[in-house]
């Protein structure tokens, strides 16, 4: 397993007049709203025309910083509503990086318009959606890590409730359930999760957007794989660490053609990243494969029984 140097991006990055640490984006007491550009007449409800309400975020608190980023890369029809559910959480000491791929499909227009209110961006060709993460991440300052894709969104007041349990619990890793939006038949479905803990950390579960973690735990992605870069990342970062579910919604992904999970041509994408994962190089054979997935059906059924889940 080949990772790279997050500290040669840094550099890279340096090299090229990039000032350090990022800013944060500018908080106002009075929230961003109606600051940041207006959206289209017809967008309404989160995150267009609503925001979370600033007063939420107690003065008292020395309220750590949060780094997200956000890869990008020709989702013009959904990077709006990722980015305005970033700012509109009018979280207090946030820094918010997009890399965009050089998209060609108006996506650079809509970042430009949102560059007051964004740490920093940049759209140039790179080597895929792991490489763009890495390279944001190499700029981050943040006590706490999340990205979100640029066809996602989070909900509302998700950054208070994050921040909020990791001041109060001090665990290195909150995740939580999602929503899956499917964008053809306008349907939403709750993605509940079991607990992730170790010996089930195999079995995938985790709902990437609605993960958060500690920037003290924090591990560059394997450039190599293209669609589970996410899942393999879980089993090196979260093993081991202190961690918390919280058993609500905290984003939605939405279910289009060309989403990689959902999408018909990855399958063979999908099966060379396994290939990858349990090659000898990586994390080797699972010899307990069968006894994992049995047992953790019978985990499933529990939970369900007792209605956990």
Same mark, same amino acid.
């Given at each position: ?7 040669? *991006? ?16 500018? @908080? ?6 109606? %600051?940041? @550009? ?42 709006? #509503? ?6 509109? #959480?009018?979280? @207090?000491?946030?820094? *918010?990086?997009? &890399? ?5 499909d108006g996506s650079l227009q809509i970042i430009e318009k949102y560059a007051p209110w964004i740490s920093y961006y940049q759209s140039e060709k790179d080597r895929g959606q792991s490489h763009a993460i890495n390279m944001g991440f190499s700029l ?27 001041? +109060? ?7 939580? *359930? ?10 939403? %479905? ?17 709902? #990437? ?7 003290? &735990?924090? !591990? ?27 058993? #609500? ?8 053609? !060309?989403? +990689?999970?959902?999408?018909? +041509?990855?399958?063979?994408r999908w099966e060379a990243d396994h290939q990858l994962i349990w090659g000898p190089e990586a994390h080797g054979t699972v010899h307990e494969w069968k006894k994992i997935v049995f047992l953790n059906r019978i985990r499933v059924k529990l939970y369900?029984?007792? +209605?956990?889940?």
């Amino acid at each position: 397993m080949n990772l790279p140097n997050l500290t040669s *991006y840094r550099e890279a990055f340096l090299a090229k007049g990039v000032g350090l640490p990022l800013p944060v984006v500018e @908080p106002h007491a009075e929230g961003l709203l109606n %600051k940041i @550009p207006e959206p289209a007449a017809e967008k309404t409800g989160w995150p267009w025309n609503t925001e979370v309400n600033p007063g939420i975020y107690d003065e008292k608190i020395n309220w750590p910083k949060l780094t997200i980023v956000s890869p990008s890369y020709n989702q013009v029809g959904f990077l709006e #509503q990722t980015i305005r559910s970033v700012l509109l #959480q009018n979280y @207090p000491n946030l820094e *918010y990086i997009i &890399i965009d791929g050089g998209s060609n499909d108006g996506s650079l227009q809509i970042i430009e318009k949102y560059a007051p209110w964004i740490s920093y961006y940049q759209s140039e060709k790179d080597r895929g959606q792991s490489h763009a993460i890495n390279m944001g991440f190499s700029l981050s300052s943040g006590s706490y890590h999340a990205w979100i894709n640029s066809d996602d969104y989070y909900l509302e007041g998700v950054f208070h409730l994050v921040i909020t349990n990791f001041i +109060k619990t001090g665990v290195d890793f909150i995740y939580g *359930y999602g929503i899956d939006h499917n964008i053809l038949t306008g349907e939403y %479905k709750l993605n509940r999760i079991l607990p992730f803990i170790d010996y089930f950390i195999k079995i995938p579960g985790l709902v #990437q957007p609605s993960t958060f973690w500690s920037s003290g &735990i924090h !591990e560059p992605i394997w450039e190599e794989l293209h669609c589970a870069l996410d899942y393999e990342l879980w089993l090196r970062l979260v093993k081991g660490h202190r961690r918390l579910l919280l058993k #609500q919604p905290l984003s939605v992904a939405h279910i289009h053609d !060309e989403a +990689k999970t959902h999408s018909p +041509k990855m399958k063979a994408r999908w099966e060379a990243d396994h290939q990858l994962i349990w090659g000898p190089e990586a994390h080797g054979t699972v010899h307990e494969w069968k006894k994992i997935v049995f047992l953790n059906r019978i985990r499933v059924k529990l939970y369900r029984l007792f +209605k956990l889940i």
